[in-house]
């Protein structure tokens, strides 16, 4: 068993996602459990991300046993199939340790050809984001389109900072020359949200530092398929945005704004 076509991948995407997000809704009722850290002090795990993973890992390898898969909390299987399954259980584990109602389930899909389908479940607002290769971006039965807008000065962008106190000042520095440039700038919490909203013209662009694959590929989907734009960088310093997505309008110039804003950092 190796082919899989896109509609066949994004539902099971989506049932693996919403099974994450019940346990994640039914666990937000108690306490939290075994938090720890991960790259800093202030990047937490707990239980939940935890359990999360493991119900979307134990539905994918039981429907699709061949096929690798890469996760945030460790689960990782080799595969055989040429896809690959990309999963982050809980995007926002800050926001949802702390009672702040943004977090998502981020789950992606991919041949050798590359993104094949992708789903970002915001639980607490009952929102399915969905995109497959060629088939376009959806919220619900909603067909998305990014942001028309031309003229970045009035752009409102997404953007979020690292665990890292030394890469958070860097980002710092860069905020205050984009800021003046730009409508204005939030910081939500979950970078899956984030690309998301720009898909779904929530919000006009977005940039962050974001490296691991989980983080940004069913994100990025979505917002190419609904006809925006999505560069990869590979800076040298980790606190320099890696990825920016934003409609097609503004991007070259928010790419622009993006490398003059490092410059000299």
């Not at 346990?23 to 459990?33: G, V």
């Not at 994918?60 to 096929?67: F, G, L, V, Y």
């Not at 606190?239 to 991007?251: K, Q, T």
């Amino acid at each position: 068993m190796t082919e899989l076509s896109a509609s066949a991948a994004l539902a099971l995407a989506t049932e693996a996602a919403r099974e994450a997000g019940a346990l994640l809704l039914d666990l937000r009722s108690s306490p939290a459990t075994g938090i720890r850290s991960k790259s800093s002090a202030t990047d937490l795990v707990s239980e939940a991300d935890d359990r999360a993973e493991r119900a979307i890992v134990t539905m994918i390898q039981k429907r699709r046993p061949h096929d690798a898969i890469i996760a945030e909390e460790g689960s990782s299987a080799r595969g055989s199939s040429g896809v690959s399954w990309f999963v982050d259980p809980l995007d926002g584990t800050i926001n949802y340790l702390y009672g702040i109602p943004h977090w998502s389930v981020s789950i992606c899909c991919a041949d050798t050809n590359g993104a094949l389908a992708g789903v970002v479940f915001d639980p607490l607002r009952e929102e399915l984001w969905s995109a497959e290769r060629g088939g376009g971006a959806h919220l619900g039965d909603r067909r998305l389109a990014s942001s028309d807008k031309r003229d970045l000065a009035s752009a409102l962008l997404a953007t979020g900072f690292g665990y890292v106190a030394a890469q958070r000042a860097t980002q710092g520095r860069i905020i205050a020359k984009v800021l003046g440039e730009v409508r204005d700038v939030r910081r939500f919490g979950s970078a899956a949200l984030d690309l998301s909203w720009v898909a779904g013209a929530r919000v006009d662009g977005y940039f962050e530092s974001v490296e691991k694959p989980w983080d940004w590929m069913a994100g990025a989907l979505l917002v190419r398929e609904a006809g925006g734009r999505v560069t990869e960088l590979a800076p040298a310093d980790p606190a320099f945005p890696r990825i920016i997505a934003s409609g097609s309008g503004i991007h070259d110039d928010l790419v622009t704004l993006l490398a003059r804003a490092t410059r000299g950092l």
